[in-house]
């Protein structure tokens, strides 16, 4: 009598289905990558989509093409616009101006600000704020945001944020002013620009440090820890602030 014979399937149906599972949600990025440079310029990647903000310096930026592309300018200062660049790119552009774009990846929110200590809610705005929502995180770009005082719009949009990019040194700003901002958003990762040594102390006072030499960071939603405040030091220049502050 002739045996039965037995055809083994290659791959089993669960296989099949943890395949298909991949396909439909791993294939999307883990982190959401920021790469952060000089004054406030800013990039932030996420799976093939980029928002550039405040580029003058646009040699450094990444020179990929992506599927999707936003530009921002908070404002037309030369350390935060790079003319040329803004006026060639074809992307979609917000410069100084409130405005929102929407994708499947990112949700983004531009309202008005000051550059100085005092701005409010409908006046014509002389520095812009940026709330970028990709991949569960909240992040915050202040450009040469200036203000005392959040106004009611700016608390209103922003609610409680995971990351803020704002400086800690200006003109009309320092790092006691910005408890403002902090206090009432909440952020938990802090990256300060625009900072020199004795705002930057008062900036860590109560809070962890991260310094590092690296520019480029990776961040998804298990990094954000509510109850706590970190303040991340970048650059070259991080080695040499480390040394005197953790004396």
Not at 204 to 225: E, P, Q
Request: aromatic letters at 12%; a neutral charge; one cysteine or more.
């Amino acid at each position: 009598m002739e045996k039965e014979k037995i055809t083994l399937l290659p791959y089993s149906f669960s296989t099949i289905i943890l395949v298909f599972l991949f396909f439909i949600t791993g294939c999307k990025d883990e982190y959401v990558t920021i790469n952060v440079g000089e004054n406030a310029q800013t990039e932030i990647i996420y799976n093939n989509h980029r928002v550039l903000l405040d580029i003058w310096n646009p040699k450094v930026i990444s020179k990929k093409k992506f599927e999707k592309e936003y530009v921002i300018a908070s404002h037309l200062h030369e350390d935060h616009y790079e003319k040329n660049f803004y006026e060639k790119c074809t992307s979609d552009k917000l410069l100084m101006t409130p405005g929102t774009f929407k994708d499947e990846y990112f949700s983004i929110d531009t309202i008005g600000s000051s550059h100085t200590s005092y701005y409010k809610d409908g006046i014509t705005p002389s520095n812009c704020i940026t709330l970028i929502q990709v991949h569960d995180i909240k992040i915050g770009h202040f450009g040469d945001f200036g203000q005392e005082f959040l106004t009611n719009e700016q608390i209103a949009t922003f609610g409680k944020i995971d990351i803020a990019i704002l400086p800690v040194l200006y003109t009309f700003n320092d790092a006691k002013n910005l408890n403002d901002v902090i206090v009432k958003l909440k952020p938990s990762i802090i990256i300060p620009t625009h900072y020199d040594l004795e705002n930057l102390e008062i900036l860590l006072n109560g809070r962890s440090a991260l310094f590092t030499g690296k520019t480029r960071f990776k961040f998804s939603k298990k990094d954000i820890n509510p109850l706590e405040q970190k303040v991340i030091i970048y650059g070259e220049l991080s080695s040499g602030y480390r040394k005197i502050l953790q004396r």
